[in-house]
């Protein structure tokens, strides 16, 4: 054995985001093509209803982040869902569980890039074809994976600076747009039956389902118990913020007369404030795009990319951290370079990112919180003394996690009953995916003994 020894110190993150940054972080993960533009569709389906819809799937994320809550705060890490996994399930079920969730982010990067790209297009009707909101998405996607390897303090407070802006765009619209309320707009209060309304729940669950992201900032944090109350706050936060405003919406413009060519918000806020209240809704609609984009698909994908390859079940390459920043810099770049092709992608085939990706999006997320569920309730059985030593427990255990599996059961209903080959699709990659992962993680397994034999 060699008498060789190297004092070596390894970098990690920096410990830089208190409270108000994670909270914006969750807030600003909400998905912001789903709330502003694709909510014209659930208004569609589900007609007044939906108000009713998208709070259901509002509150099953609330349960969710309350049931994650222990678990965040008693394992803070980058990795969130994929390391609470590992510890109770096994590498495999924690590698899943966390590379769904980074890939729904990636996908994400997509959509809401073209999302962010159509938006901006709105500022400048002079603009013809569709390279200009490509070019836009590109652009705008560019300078947030900049701002990103620049140091996670300048992203977050650029976040919490978005974020603030939209809250109190969205809470003035709710609050002055009372007054031009017409009640008889909300009646049939189910045009399309029950049936309707509950094809609206997974349309609001796409809307709302990027909160838990915030869980990611666990080896960023200064105080981990930060972590499980910004979970709680942020929810509450977007759950009445958005129910307040379509409530409002819905009561401007009848359910029969939104279409799903512009954002109900924006046409909403131009019967209210004229012209200028259309302009400051529309920028806030690009605002809930970019910070989906800017701490969601480049912050989060590449958090758990850099955590799983420090567990060695990814490339060595994305556990590179910026040597000033502390920054996961190659993985934003691979984050920012996926998202860019996507974004072609879907400016050439729209159906194809908005239908088939965005289903195996929902898919991923749904696997991936199926597993850190099943993890906190391991951890609660498994972990006790731990458990009894937290500075944060979740009340009324187990009710949260069960509420929690039950939405995740509706919204697997509604999203994929009727899609048998959406679902045969995502069984496929996630099954392509293991054998994958087996293959590399065999490989590895191999090498380090090797290098232990080497060592000898």
């Not at 209803?49 to 709070?55: E, F, H, K, L, M």
């Not at 409530?247 to 009848?254: E, N, R």
Request: some cysteine.
């Amino acid at each position: 054995m060699s008498n060789n020894k190297q004092i070596v110190t390894e970098m990690i993150p920096q410990k830089k985001l208190g409270f108000w940054a994670i909270w914006a972080l969750g807030v600003g993960s909400v998905i912001g093509d789903g709330i502003f533009l694709l909510m014209g569709q659930g208004i569609a389906t589900a007609g007044p209803s939906s108000i009713v819809a998208y709070g259901i799937a509002g509150l099953s994320q609330l349960f969710l982040m309350i049931a994650l809550g222990e678990l965040a705060v008693g394992m803070p890490n980058a990795g969130a869902m994929s390391h609470w996994v590992e510890r109770f399930m096994g590498s495999w079920w924690g590698f899943l569980s966390g590379f769904a969730f980074a890939l729904g982010w990636v996908i994400c990067g997509g959509s809401v890039g073209i999302a962010i790209g159509r938006i901006t297009m709105w500022f400048f009707p002079q603009l013809k074809g569709d390279l200009w909101p490509a070019f836009f998405a590109i652009l705008f996607l560019t300078i947030f994976a900049a701002l990103n390897i620049l140091g996670t303090e300048i992203a977050a407070k650029t976040q919490l600076l978005l974020v603030i802006i939209m809250t109190v765009v969205m809470a003035l619209f709710s609050i002055i747009g009372l007054k031009d309320i017409n009640i008889h707009n909300f009646t049939p209060f189910m045009p399309h039956g029950s049936k309707g309304f509950w094809a609206a729940i997974p349309l609001g669950t796409y809307a709302y389902l990027g909160a838990v992201t915030l869980a990611t900032a666990g080896g960023e944090v200064k105080n981990p118990k930060d972590l499980p109350k910004a979970l709680v706050w942020s929810s509450i936060t977007f759950l009445v913020l958005y129910t307040a405003a379509q409530f409002v919406l819905q009561g401007i413009i009848p359910w029969n007369k939104v279409t799903i060519d512009d954002s109900p918000f924006t046409i909403a806020a131009n019967q209210v404030f004229g012209i200028a209240g259309a302009y400051i809704m529309n920028m806030t609609a690009w605002i809930a795009a970019a910070t989906c984009l800017l701490m969601g698909t480049l912050y989060a994908a590449s958090r758990i990319f850099y955590a799983q390859a420090k567990s060695g079940y990814l490339p060595a390459f994305f556990g590179r951290l910026h040597p000033k920043t502390g920054t996961p810099v190659n993985g934003i770049i691979v984050v920012w370079a996926a998202s860019v092709a996507l974004i072609i992608l879907g400016m050439i085939n729209p159906d194809f990112l908005y239908v088939e990706l965005s289903n195996q999006l929902v898919f991923a997320w749904l696997v991936s919180w199926t597993l850190a569920l099943i993890a906190s309730v391991l951890y609660r059985k498994n972990a006790k003394s731990e458990v009894l030593q937290l500075p944060w427990k979740q009340p009324l255990y187990p009710l949260f996690p069960i509420l929690g599996f039950i939405g995740i059961a509706i919204v697997f209903y509604g999203s994929f009953i009727g899609t048998p080959m959406t679902l045969l699709r995502g069984v496929i990659w996630m099954g392509v995916l293991f054998l994958l992962f087996k293959v590399f993680n065999k490989s590895r397994t191999i090498s380090t003994s090797d290098r232990k034999k080497e060592s000898m």
